[in-house]
């Protein structure tokens, strides 16, 4: 009894695994094709030097122009010409140094301005490194859920079906358990390839049905209601994120191993 238990569990988790390893492969590939890590360093700059009273806007116009004409220090592979609209690559992050550097190469700025502005990255730049990383966080766990809420929803994911279908089909309860050794074997979330994710899904048998939606979300019954509701909490368990998914995978793995050697 307590290993079925054990194997539904582990089983949900699996699930949870594969589709939060599917937004964070989404999210990486709208972070990078929407430069968010560019465009966030620009908002928390143009906010810094804002609050300067001694700044006039133009200037801060001047310097993030110049921040935005620079190249990042290491240049990726790319199958097509850097010089070409969409194609050109952003910096991601700068130093305390890069910034000062900047500010004293742009033009428009006299010697004091530069100065006073110097003495303000200094004092500030550990505060401001700070508010660049948790403005990036909240943006990429925003996107997350939106996406995790998409996918439950394309995919009709609900949490409380998928439960009750691991209790009931022993079939689809092996194939998770089959699903979660595989993820276990990684050694860490990054590994898992977006092909090998698409095969994960199909095995699993999740496919998109846009023919099913408007009955299973639009029809006027009770299960309707439930169906949201498995929607929308199955969203909010996968924007959790892969990591912890991963990690309560190997804590029940562990304990099923445990448990298996104990009755032995």
């Known amino acids: 009894m ?66 935005e004409n620079q190249f990042p220090n290491g240049l990726y592979a790319t199958a097509l010409p ?4 969409g194609n050109r690559l952003k910096l991601t992050s700068i130093g305390q140094q890069e910034l000062i550097t900047i500010i004293n190469n742009t033009r428009d700025v006299s010697i004091e301005e530069k100065e006073q502005l110097k003495k303000k990255v200094q004092d500030h730049f550990q505060t401001l490194e ?11 766990h925003q996107i997350s859920i939106a996406l995790a809420f998409v996918l439950c929803f394309v995919f009709q994911l609900n949490c409380f079906s998928v439960l009750s279908q691991l209790n009931h089909d022993s079939a689809f309860r092996q194939q998770t358990l089959i ?13 898992m390839q977006s092909d090998t994710l698409q095969n994960h899904l199909s095995s699993l048998q999740f496919e998109i049905t ?9 029809a006027l019954e009770v299960s309707t209601l439930s169906h949201w509701l498995g929607i929308i909490f199955s969203s909010i368990l996968i924007s959790l994120g892969a990591p912890f998914w991963f990690n309560r995978l190997k804590d029940m793995a562990s304990l099923r191993d445990n448990l298996s050697k104990a009755k032995t």
Not at 17 to 31: D, I, K, M, N
Not at 82 to 85: D, H, S
Not at 179 to 191: F, G, M, P
Not at 210 to 218: A, C, G, I, N
């Open 82 to 85: 850097l010089n070409i609209p």
């Open 130 to 140: 700070e508010i660049m990383s948790q403005r990036f966080k909240q943006w990429m």
């Open 2 to 67: 307590l290993m079925d238990v054990l194997g539904i569990l582990i089983g949900f988790i699996a699930i949870m695994l594969l589709f939060s390893l599917l937004v964070t492969a989404l999210v990486h590939g709208a972070q990078a094709a929407l430069n968010l890590r560019f465009k966030n360093l620009k908002v928390v700059l143009n906010q810094f030097f804002q609050n300067m009273d001694f700044v006039e806007q133009k200037v801060t116009n001047a310097i993030l122009s110049h921040i």
């Open 179 to 191: 699903l979660a050794d595989q993820l276990n074997t990684q050694a860490s979330t990054a590994d």
């Open 210 to 218: 846009p023919k099913q939606w408007p009955s299973y979300y639009f």
